[in-house]
């Protein structure tokens, strides 16, 4: 499955796509582990493109492109 999604700048705008693409790796083929440093390492990238890239400006755009398969996950993430 493949998925680019558009967001602003917002940290509840980005918790709620990080709960969002959590859910679809759980259904997924990865160990408890790789589930949670996924899910950390997405959070992580989500907050700072809100905080350091587009510097809590909300009408700026964090896009994210992601990818999941059974035995892959891949995901990008543009702020302004």
Same mark, same amino acid.
């Given at each position: 499955?493949?998925?680019?999604?558009v967001?602003k700048?917002?940290?509840?705008?980005?918790?709620?796509?990080?709960?969002?693409? +959590?859910?679809?790796?759980?259904?997924n083929?990865?160990?408890?582990?790789?589930?949670?440093?996924?899910?950390?390492?997405?959070?992580? +990238?989500?907050?700072?493109?809100?905080?350091?890239?587009?510097?809590?400006?909300?009408?700026?755009?964090? +896009?994210?492109?992601?990818?999941?398969?059974?035995?892959a996950?891949?995901?990008?993430?543009?702020?302004?």
């Amino acid at each position: 499955m493949h998925k680019t999604t558009v967001i602003k700048a917002s940290s509840d705008l980005a918790h709620k796509l990080c709960r969002e693409i +959590a859910s679809q790796i759980d259904s997924n083929y990865f160990s408890k582990e790789d589930i949670f440093n996924i899910k950390l390492a997405i959070e992580e +990238a989500m907050i700072n493109a809100v905080e350091h890239g587009n510097k809590l400006e909300s009408l700026k755009d964090i +896009a994210v492109d992601y990818s999941i398969t059974s035995d892959a996950f891949e995901i990008s993430i543009t702020d302004e």
